[in-house]
C-alpha cells in the first residue's frame, strides 16, 4: 500500500502527509544546501540531494494535486547565514512549487534568514498552522497540547539489521496520542532511531511515552507497519 489512512490523516510513501479534507499536503526538513555545508566544513559530499526533493514534490503533486502545500520547518539546512547554494536552490524548489500551488513555511530551527527568500515569492512563514482540530508546528519547541499535532524535526528512522550484520535505516512516521510525526524529505537526514536511541530531539516527545507509539515505515514504494516501539524493542 502506498498510504495509510490514520484519523483523516494519510501517511504516503512520498514522505508527506495528506488531508484529503483540506486538499492539503505537507512535508517537513528537506535541509535544502545541506552538502554545500559539508563541503565547506571539508567533507566531500557529491550535490544530489535537489534533485531527490524535487523527484519527491512532483510525485505528490501527480499524485494528489494539492491546492495547499505545508513546508513543516527546516527548508534549508546552515544556521548562520543563506549560502550561496541555499540561496540559489531554495528559491528553485520555491519557484517549482509556486507554479503549482499555494505555499506555506512552517519555521523551523535551522531557517534563519528564510524571510528573506521567501517573501521574494510572497510565502508566508510562520511559527504554527491551524486546520480544524490539528495544529501544525516543526517540533523544535514544546506547545500546548490542543488537538491532533504534525510535526517533523525529529527525522524518524528504524535501522533494519539482515542476518550478516548489515544495517539499513528506513526513513518512518511515528504515530500515538494524537501525534503525527514526519519523516524528512531530505535523503540525507536519518535523524532518530526510533528502536536504539534512547533520547529524542524533540521536547514534544520527550513529554510523551513514546514506547506506544506506532511506526510506519517507507520501503520504495510501500508503507510498513512495524508495531508500537515497545514492541520492537522486545525484538530488535
Not at 531554495?90 to 531557517?111: P, Q, Y
Not at 504554527?128 to 523544535?140: A, T
Amino acid at each position: 500500500m502506498d498510504e495509510v489512512n490514520k484519523e483523516g490523516i494519510k501517511l504516503t510513501v512520498y514522505h508527506s502527509i495528506y488531508m484529503e479534507e483540506y486538499g492539503t499536503c505537507i512535508v517537513a526538513d528537506l535541509h535544502i544546501g545541506y552538502e554545500g555545508f559539508l563541503q565547506h566544513e571539508g567533507v566531500a559530499m557529491p550535490k544530489y540531494q535537489k534533485n531527490v526533493i524535487i523527484t519527491r514534490l512532483e510525485k505528490i503533486m501527480e499524485k494528489y494535486e494539492p491546492s495547499k502545500l505545508i513546508i513543516d520547518g527546516d527548508l534549508k539546512h546552515e544556521f548562520g547565514k543563506n549560502l550561496r547554494q541555499e540561496w540559489r536552490e531554495v528559491e528553485e524548489i520555491l519557484k517549482f512549487l509556486c507554479k503549482r500551488t499555494e505555499v506555506i513555511i512552517v519555521r523551523g530551527n535551522h531557517d534563519n534568514f528564510l524571510k528573506t527568500i521567501a517573501y521574494r515569492y510572497n510565502v508566508p512563514v510562520v511559527e504554527e498552522y491551524r486546520m480544524g482540530d490539528v495544529k501544525i508546528v516543526h517540533g523544535d519547541k514544546m506547545v500546548k497540547k490542543e488537538g491532533k499535532i504534525i510535526m517533523g524535526h525529529e527525522h524518524p528512522s528504524i535501522g533494519i539489521r539482515d542476518k550478516v550484520g548489515a544495517m539499513v535505516k528506513l526513513p518512518c512516521y511515528l504515530v500515538g496520542n494524537g501525534i503525527f510525526v514526519l519523516p524528512a524529505l531530505s535523503p540525507l537526514a536519518t535523524g532518530t532511531d526510533v528502536v536504539r536511541d534512547e533520547k529524542f530531539l524533540s521536547p514534544i516527545l520527550r513529554e510523551e511515552n513514546i514506547d506506544e507509539f506506532e511506526v510506519y515505515a517507507i520501503n520504495h514504494d510501500e508503507i510498513l507497519y512495524f508495531s508500537r516501539i515497545k514492541d520492537l524493542k522486545k525484538v530488535m
